[in-house]
């Protein structure tokens, strides 16, 4: 497995493989890696040849007061990981590599980000908008993978990459779990053992909502007041929100029909987690995905 630190260096090794007709796969992460992120690369590696691992901690999509001194960063134990599993390439730039002196350019999904996310966290998908181009743009990849726990981030990349008709095609991969339900994220590692525990509210939220759904329930505001009643009895939990949406458009709705997402918000302590569950309703059948 090779590390590479510039971009010349990427887009040559990546020119390199299409050259020979190779399908190269993208897997976008900051680090710290789990077996959510090590789900994305094994779908990748079924796939394609070579698949390459970003490793950068883009601090654009870091808003005033978040963590990005903070945010976990284990690039020996990562790459470590990594050649384990196969992967070809690393791409580990710095920050002044990605964006250099003078470099004033961001991209901006309008409508889609500015909702969820996008309200509790300002300017943070026009962050993320602007590395994932940057990243497709030297990479040139085929295949791109991206977990949906970021449920938001993957609808506002997909919407990017058709609007300025990218060549990459995003693959959507399942959210990965602990026994518990707990969403595997690089900030669990911030939770006190108290936290943690308290952390599976968010699971144990959405999954009282899919029983409801089960039993009959199609009115959201009851959907999400059951949720939102799973939250209230858990003193440690504050949530930021608790809604469900078109799995297209991100619009409120009033009934769950066809697809839709239910997403959750909450500070336990002072980390904010985030989890979803996907509702599939037609006329004949129903699914709830966590």
């Not at 497995?1 to 090794?13: C, F, G, H, L, Y």
């Not at 002044?96 to 961001?106: L, M, N, Q």
């Not at 990017?160 to 693959?171: F, G, Y």
Request: glycine letters at 6%; one cysteine or more.
């Amino acid at each position: 497995m090779e590390i590479i630190r510039t971009v010349e260096w990427m887009k040559q090794v990546a020119r390199d493989a299409r050259s020979k007709e190779r399908l190269v796969g993208l897997v976008p992460t900051m680090g710290a890696l789990h077996d959510g992120h090590f789900s994305l690369v094994r779908t990748a590696k079924k796939e394609c040849s070579p698949v390459i691992v970003s490793i950068f901690v883009n601090p654009k999509q870091f808003g005033a007061g978040e963590d990005l001194e903070k945010y976990p960063r284990r690039m020996e134990q990562d790459c470590a990981a990594l050649e384990a599993l196969g992967v070809d390439y690393v791409f580990a730039p710095s920050a002044a590599e990605v964006y250099p002196a003078g470099f004033r350019t961001a991209v901006t999904v309008e409508g889609l980000s500015d909702r969820l996310e996008g309200r509790s966290r300002l300017g943070h998908f026009r962050g993320v908008t602007t590395v994932v181009l940057k990243l497709f743009q030297i990479v040139q990849p085929h295949f791109a993978y991206f977990g949906r726990k970021d449920a938001q981030q993957v609808r506002i990349i997909r919407q990017m990459a058709a609007d300025l008709n990218l060549d990459a095609q995003i693959v959507t991969c399942p959210i990965v779990r602990e026994p518990d339900g707990l969403a595997l994220s690089s900030r669990n590692a911030y939770l006190s053992a108290g936290e943690r525990r308290a952390a599976t509210v968010l699971f144990r939220a959405l999954d009282a909502m899919k029983k409801a759904i089960e039993r009959g329930e199609r009115n959201a505001a009851e959907l999400a007041a059951e949720m939102r009643r799973i939250f209230d009895s858990e003193p440690s939990a504050a949530v930021d929100y608790v809604e469900i949406v078109d799995a297209d458009s991100f619009e409120p709705v009033v009934f769950v029909r066809g697809s839709c997402l239910a997403l959750v918000a909450a500070f336990l302590g002072t980390t904010r987690l985030i989890d979803n569950a996907l509702i599939e309703v037609s006329a004949d059948s129903v699914s709830v995905t966590l």
